[in-house]
């Protein structure tokens, strides 16, 4: 793994770390939830390189390393929060130009707040394939997911996660995941993953690793 620094279009500084993988079969774009930081994929990434998938790990901004971290992203307005979608872009930017990825397979995976930038991302520049999101909500901080879901087109595949302990102050998060499921087109491929418990965001992958494999599983087909 070794860091790298970006510059998102808004002028940003951003901090990444990137999992590399020689002749990698695809490359993932990970986006933490917040509070949080890149370091809480330091646990999948390394399982999804021995799959045969290089990631980035992106700080997003006002947290961790990046401009306005660890701890800015307190302050910040709704807007601030969506121009977070800058940051994914910087990723894919470097994929493409570095490592000479190609969309298709360029893959999202999103946690919480982080889940709806995945689903924003694919949903506005639709020759990228898949996400995988979990703990996507209906509006975090402005980003509103239903109507992003119904951008979806065929040939792109989305995987919902989500836990039914997840009760939150706008309702419960297994009935979000559900009407974003219902919303997304007929052609669209889609999954759902429903836990009994687990929790919110990438706790639900810690309480069930076998997530892990799951979420590689949906990635290889």
């Not at 990825?101 to 990228?128: C, D, H, P, R, T």
């Not at 792109?156 to 009935?175: H, I, M, P, T, Y």
């Amino acid at each position: 793994m070794k860091k790298i620094h970006l510059t998102a279009k808004d002028g940003i500084k951003i901090i990444a770390d990137v999992y590399e993988k020689n002749n990698a079969i695809g490359w993932l774009v990970l986006v933490h939830m917040m509070p949080a930081t890149k370091e809480s994929w330091q646990d999948f990434a390394p399982e999804a390189q021995e799959a045969g998938y290089g990631s980035i790990a992106i700080d997003l901004r006002g947290h961790g390393e990046s401009d306005g971290g660890p701890d800015g992203f307190l302050k910040f307005s709704d807007k601030e929060h969506q121009n977070s979608i800058f940051d994914l872009e910087a990723g894919v930017k470097y994929l493409i130009e570095e490592k000479k990825a190609i969309a298709e397979k360029i893959y999202f995976i999103g946690v919480s707040i982080g889940a709806n930038l995945a689903l924003q991302y694919i949903a506005e520049n639709q020759e990228f394939r898949k996400a995988v999101l979990l703990s996507a909500g209906l509006d975090y901080r402005g980003i509103k997911t239903e109507p992003l879901a119904q951008k979806l087109k065929k040939g792109q595949e989305v995987l919902f996660v989500a836990a039914k302990d997840d009760e939150r102050s706008d309702g419960n998060n297994v009935e979000m995941n559900q009407r974003l499921f219902e919303l997304t087109p007929i052609g669209v491929g889609k999954e759902i993953k429903i836990y009994e418990t687990g929790g919110h965001g990438t706790d639900i992958m810690e309480n069930h690793p076998e997530l892990k494999g799951s979420i590689i599983s949906f990635l290889k087909k």
